[in-house]
């Protein structure tokens, strides 16, 4: 592996991570460009330090980086009231995302980031606006959740 494709890589995950920052940035959410840029980089240099390792040891990488961001989402979740009260469950989910995608930048998995990020894009533009019309028309028996803004 040459310095460019390494710089290819890394510069993937955090542009990949930083967009997914800027979308929770735009939306006032904690997390922002610099902490999925830096989560996404990370789990790229978490794989590619692995150099020549087996196909074993990169699966045991990614696994780790998978589970164990997902105590720094946890972080980022607050249940404010109610059990239907809660915050910050789309952000967790993007803090997980992007070590994922960023683990695909560290094998260069370029496929699945290419046909993952419009899939991305999406789901968090459209996603909030579709639960918001899907509330005005079927509210059903609780009505929307009081912490669903559509973020």
């Known amino acids: 592996m040459d310095t460019l494709d390494i710089a290819l890589r890394l510069g993937a995950a955090a542009i990949a991570g930083a967009a997914l920052g800027l979308n929770r940035d735009l939306h006032g959410k904690p997390t922002g460009v610099r902490t999925l840029g830096l989560v996404g980089v990370g789990s790229a240099v978490a794989v590619l330090a692995l150099g020549h390792?087996?196909?074993s040891d990169v699966s045991r990488v990614i696994q780790g980086i998978v589970t164990g961001i997902g105590f720094l989402g946890a972080g980022v979740i607050i249940r404010t009231g109610s059990?239907?009260?809660?915050?910050?469950?789309?952000?967790?989910?993007?803090?997980?995302?992007?070590?994922?995608i960023g683990a695909a930048c560290g094998i260069s998995d370029w496929s699945v980031l290419l046909i993952a990020a419009p899939i991305i894009f999406v789901v968090l533009v459209l996603g909030g606006p579709f639960e918001k019309w899907v509330h005005r028309h079927w509210p059903g028996e609780a009505g929307p959740p009081s912490g669903t803004n559509g973020i």
Not at 83 to 100: P, S, Y
Request: some cysteine; overall charge neutral.
């Open 83 to 100: 059990v239907r009260d809660i915050h910050g469950l789309t952000t967790a989910a993007c803090v997980w995302l992007t070590a994922c």
């Open 53 to 55: 390792g087996t196909t």
